[in-house]
């Protein structure tokens, strides 16, 4: 087996000898315990959160343990009578090819209804991210105006679909042309927007005539910079990511600040933080509603893959970068 351990714990932006790749010999498992073995690795930004030795809503991996992950797994091997060899799981087995479970937050996948690689994507914690943020925190209402950034990656991607289906307009906001013209022209939002093009605030303000209402804040940075001046009375900021901050070394309030906090008062604007852990009680509603849209074709997902776990450490540093065009995965081995 191998697997991929923190090196080190990165200053400003992750590098390679921030990772190390080990190989271990292949455990059996004791009574009670499965063999996983992993399909799919899910890479996601909090990842980075994790590499920090901060406080924050999850403890950090130590230098030396395995990065973590949400995987799909198959069991390969088992001595507890609730799984079988064979069976798919999703887990969080982390970056590696094996490991040894008690079954313990092991949750079986039936791969007859959905392709298993959406466990950890538009049908797991990513969907249920956009779904719970935009609906339970952002509330949208027929006609308002819903903006979303990184709107062609796992969370943003199902964020403006499902703004559409509650008949809000959807504007998103992506990295690139290529971005760009799949999240209109396949995803349907109504506009979309490239945040690297020097004019951006400007196009944003002609692409909301009537302003915002809803902000799924998943970035921050310049893009919320160019939001805020935007936002209508009683509008809701459902705050789920701040990727353009996680790289940051010293974090200064800016300089506008108290021009926020301001707008904030006579705006009666509602800024909303959330975990989507937070929401574990809507689960059962968000995978009848988010695997009924994406059978009848209203939500549409995008994936983009890198082979082999030794592409892990390569694929995550490119996804605080936007250098993934849909939901990262890893395909560590075969179905
Ligand atoms: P994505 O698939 O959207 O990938 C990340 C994307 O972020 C990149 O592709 C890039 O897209 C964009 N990005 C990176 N830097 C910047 C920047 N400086 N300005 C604008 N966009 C940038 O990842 P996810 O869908 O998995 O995650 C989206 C957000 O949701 C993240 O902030 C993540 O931390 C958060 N999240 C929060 C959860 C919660 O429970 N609160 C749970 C899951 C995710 P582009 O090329 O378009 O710029």
Redesign the pocket.
């Known amino acids: 087996g191998k697997r991929i351990v923190l090196a080190a714990r990165p200053v400003g932006e992750p590098k390679p000898s921030d990772f190390r790749t080990e190989e271990f010999a292949v455990p059996t498992p004791g009574q009670g315990e499965v063999l996983l073995r992993t399909i799919w690795l899910s890479l996601?930004?909090?990842m980075r959160g994790r590499m920090n030795d901060t406080k924050s809503y999850a403890a950090p991996v130590p230098v030396g343990g395995v990065m973590e992950a949400g995987t799909v797994c198959e069991v390969a091997a088992s001595d507890n009578p609730g799984f079988a060899k064979g069976d798919i799981v999703l887990a969080r087995a982390g970056w590696q090819t094996h490991a040894i479970s008690d079954g313990k937050g092991l949750a079986k996948i039936d791969p007859k209804l959905a392709p298993i690689s959406t466990a950890v994507g538009v049908l797991g914690?990513?969907g249920m991210?956009a779904y719970t943020?935009l609906l339970d925190i952002g509330k949208p209402q027929p006609g308002e105006t819903v903006v979303v950034?990184?709107?062609?990656?796992?969370?943003?991607s199902a964020v403006g679909q499902i703004a559409k289906i509650k008949g809000a307009r959807a504007i998103g906001?992506?990295?690139?042309k290529d971005?760009c013209d799949y999240v209109k022209n396949e995803l349907g939002f109504d506009d979309c927007l490239d945040?690297r093009e020097t004019d951006f605030a400007a196009k944003l303000k002609f692409a909301c005539p009537k302003g915002i209402d809803v902000y799924f804040e998943?970035?921050g940075?310049?893009?919320f910079e160019a939001v805020f001046p935007l936002l209508n009375p009683f509008a809701r900021v459902p705050v789920?990511?701040?990727?353009?901050h996680?790289n940051d070394t010293d974090a200064k309030p800016p300089k506008w600040a108290s021009s926020l906090m301001f707008a904030t008062l006579t705006k009666r604007l509602t800024f909303r933080g959330?975990?989507?852990?937070d929401f574990a009680n809507r689960h059962g509603d968000f995978l009848r509603d988010m695997s009924g849209w994406v059978r009848e074709g209203k939500v549409k997902y995008k994936e983009f893959v890198t082979e082999g776990l030794d592409s892990a450490p390569g694929a995550f540093m490119g996804?605080?970068?936007?250098?993934?065009f849909?939901?990262?995965l890893v395909r560590v081995g075969p179905d």
Request: aromatic fraction near 6%; charge should be positive.
């Open positions: 996601d930004p909090y914690m990513p991210t943020g950034a990184g709107a062609s990656g796992a969370v943003g906001i992506a990295g690139g971005k945040h998943n970035v940075g310049a893009v789920c990511g701040l990727i353009a996680y959330f975990i989507v852990s996804l605080l970068k936007g250098a993934n849909g939901k990262q």
